[in-house]
C-alpha cells in the first residue's frame, strides 16, 4: 500500500518495460521505468526552468545556477558530491537548454539511494557562498569565450536567431551575454535557486534495475518533506505566423562563407494539427540523414554546389520551433546561388508528391535510430524527460513510431506549403572578414 504523500498512481507494462507514473504531495513528478537488463541506475531531475525564462540582465541565470549546484550543502561539502560519484563508481553531469535545467546520477543500483539524497539534499539546502561564486562565474565566463566568442559560426548563429525569434525569448542565448555575466551577482543566484528550484516545480525520472514499489518509497523517504512553493510565471514561447522576411549579413573571422536558413514552424506541443510535427520531423530526414537524403545526395555529391549542410528541427519544444539549413557552399559558389539551390529543392516538396518508396526508406531508417536510442537506459531517461518537460507525456515515447510511420506524401506536400514560405523565413550570409589592405 502507497503512503498518504503520494497521488493516484498508474502502472504500465510497455516494450517489455514497466513505468510506474505519480506526483507526490508537494508536486514532485515521479516516473519510474524498470529496466533489468544490467544492474545500473540513471537518476535524473529536471526543473522547469531555462534560458527562455531569463530577463532583462539576468541572461545567463540558469546556467550560472547549474553549475553552482555542484558546490555543496552543509551535509555534503565543498567538492564531496563529485568525489562520491567516483568512489562508488557512479557518472553525474548536468545541462541547461532553453526550457529547462537537468542533472543525472548514474550508478550501481546498490547505491541508488544515495543517489536520491544527494539530489533531494541540494534541491533544498545548497550553499551558495560569494568564495564559490567568484571564481565559479569566470569560469561561466571563459566557458563563454571558448565556445561562443571564439568560435564565429556559433556566435552568428547565436546573432542570426534574434531575427529568427522575433518575439521569442527563444533566441536567448543559453550561456548569456558577456556583460550579463558581468553583473549577475550571488543574491540574484540565490533568488533564481529559491523561486524554481522547488519540488512543485520539478520532474524526478528512475530508469534501471529497480523495483517501482521500492523505488517510490526512496523518492517518499528523500522528497516528500521538502515543501512546496509558489513560482513564478514562465515567460511565452509562442512566435508570430508569417512575420515577413527577415534576413542579416554579417563579417566575422570565418573560413569560408556561410548560409543560413530558417523558417518558423510549429512544434507538436504547438501545431494545431500533431501531424504537421512528425511531417517536418520526417522531411528533415529526407533533406539530410545520410548521403541518400536529397541535399546530400543533389547538392553535395551531384551538382557539387555546398561542402556540408546540416539540418535541424526540435519537435518536441514548449514552444514554437524553427526549422533550420546550414550550408557551406563550395569555392565560387556565392551564397545567393547556394540559397537558391536549397530553395529550389524545399519547393520541390511543395509541388511533387514524394515517391512512396523514398518516404518508406526514410521513415524506416528515422524510426530505427529513434528506437535504437532509446536502447539503453540513459536514452529512456533522456526521452522521457525531455517529453515531459516540455509538456508531453512521457507515454508518447512507446507511440512515437507508428505517429512517424503515419506521415504520407500528402502530408509532406501540405506541411511544406504550410511553413515553408518567405513570410515565414529568416537568413543569414555570413562571410570572412575582409582582409585590410596594407597601407
Given at each position: ?153 556559433v556566435l552568428a548563429f547565436e546573432r542570426f536567431k534574434w531575427i529568427a525569434y522575433p518575439t521569442s525569448t527563444y533566441r536567448q542565448p543559453v550561456i548569456g551575454y558577456m556583460k550579463n ?245 529568416s537568413t543569414l550570409y555570413l562571410t570572412p572578414t575582409p582582409k585590410s589592405k596594407a597601407p
Open positions: 500500500m502507497l503512503q498518504s504523500g503520494l497521488a493516484h498512481a498508474e502502472i504500465r507494462s510497455e516494450l517489455a518495460h514497466t513505468t510506474f507514473e505519480t506526483t507526490l504531495q508537494n508536486g514532485l513528478k515521479v516516473i519510474i521505468r524498470e529496466d533489468h537488463r544490467s544492474p545500473m541506475v540513471m537518476t535524473q531531475i529536471w526543473y522547469r526552468v531555462g534560458s527562455s525564462d531569463e530577463s532583462g540582465s539576468l541572461l545567463g541565470i540558469s546556467h550560472v545556477l547549474e553549475h553552482m549546484m555542484f558546490k555543496g550543502t552543509n551535509k555534503v561539502p565543498n567538492d564531496e558530491f563529485t568525489r562520491l560519484s567516483r568512489i562508488y563508481g557512479g557518472s553525474i553531469n548536468a545541462a541547461t537548454f532553453t526550457n529547462y535545467t537537468n542533472y543525472y546520477q548514474l550508478y550501481p543500483k546498490n547505491y541508488f539511494p544515495m543517489a536520491l539524497e544527494l539530489e533531494a539534499d541540494r534541491m533544498t539546502n545548497l550553499l551558495l557562498r560569494q568564495q564559490d561564486f567568484e571564481p565559479e562565474i569566470k569560469v561561466v565566463m571563459e566557458e563563454r569565450r571558448l565556445r561562443t566568442d571564439d568560435n564565429p559560426r555575466l558581468q553583473h549577475i551577482q550571488l543574491e540574484d543566484v540565490k533568488k533564481w535557486y529559491r523561486d524554481w528550484y522547488t519540488p512543485n516545480n520539478a520532474i524526478l525520472t528512475i530508469v534501471g534495475d529497480v523495483d517501482s514499489q521500492s523505488a517510490l518509497l526512496q523518492v517518499q523517504k528523500y522528497f516528500g518533506d521538502i515543501p512546496a512553493r509558489k513560482i513564478p510565471p514562465r515567460n511565452n514561447v509562442s512566435e508570430f505566423d508569417h512575420v515577413g522576411y527577415r534576413h542579416m549579413e554579417l563579417n566575422l573571422p570565418v573560413q569560408v562563407p556561410n548560409l543560413f536558413m530558417a523558417w518558423n514552424v510549429r512544434s507538436l506541443v504547438t501545431a494545431p494539427n500533431p501531424q504537421d510535427a512528425y511531417a517536418l520531423t520526417i522531411i528533415r530526414s529526407i533533406l539530410d540523414s545520410g548521403i541518400s537524403s536529397r541535399l546530400q545526395d543533389r547538392l553535395v555529391r551531384d551538382k557539387k554546389i555546398l561542402t556540408a549542410l546540416s539540418v535541424s528541427y526540435d519537435p518536441y519544444s514548449r514552444g514554437d520551433s524553427l526549422f533550420s539549413i546550414s550550408a557551406l557552399p563550395v569555392d565560387g559558389i556565392s551564397l545567393q546561388e547556394a540559397e537558391k539551390s536549397v530553395q529550389a529543392e524545399i519547393d520541390l516538396l511543395k509541388t511533387e508528391l514524394i515517391q512512396h518508396a523514398e518516404i518508406e526508406r526514410v521513415t524506416t531508417k528515422f524510426v530505427s535510430n529513434l528506437v535504437y536510442n532509446q536502447d539503453d537506459i540513459a536514452g529512456q531517461s533522456r526521452m522521457i524527460g525531455n517529453l515531459e518537460i516540455n509538456g508531453l507525456s512521457y507515454r508518447l515515447m512507446d507511440q512515437l513510431p507508428k505517429y512517424f510511420e503515419t506521415v504520407t506524401p500528402q502530408d509532406i506536400q501540405r506541411v511544406a506549403n504550410l511553413y515553408f514560405n518567405r513570410e515565414n523565413m
